[in-house]
């Protein structure tokens, strides 16, 4: 069983930055895949970021040059460094994990972008 908690979300200015934090409790090492998803209020959830166990990186291009991904194996956690926010960028951010066929989420944490 893995449980999957976000941590890091607020409000941020425009142009500011922000980081989440998703700390993964159970069999880190286990989960093949893991990244982030978001979802806008009025809209579907969407990808923004996956990172897999060989550190293959995929970004959504609406957040690639901006958003970086990394995945701190002896912490069990997996970071979400995001730079130039812009007010699109508001959301509930979503910690996700896969692992045996078997997708993991975290309650999602909520990031507001605004003046």
């Known amino acids: 069983q893995i449980q999957l908690v976000e941590s890091g979300g607020g409000l941020v200015q425009p142009g500011g930055s922000l980081t989440l934090s998703c700390l993964a409790y159970?069999?880190?090492?286990?989960?093949?895949?893991m990244g982030w998803y978001r979802r806008a209020p009025g809209k579907q959830r969407e990808l923004v970021a996956t990172?897999?166990?060989?550190?293959?990186?995929t970004y959504d291009d609406s957040v690639k040059d901006r958003f970086i991904i990394s995945r701190e194996t002896t912490k069990s956690v997996v970071r979400l460094q995001m730079n130039r926010l812009k007010p699109e960028d508001t959301a509930v951010y979503y910690c996700?994990?896969?692992?045996?066929?078997?997708?993991?989420w975290g309650r999602g944490t909520q990031v507001t972008v605004s003046s």
């Open positions: 996700h994990g896969r692992r045996n066929g078997i997708n993991y």
């Open positions: 159970g069999n880190f090492n286990s989960i093949y895949l």
């Open positions: 990172m897999m166990l060989n550190r293959t990186i």
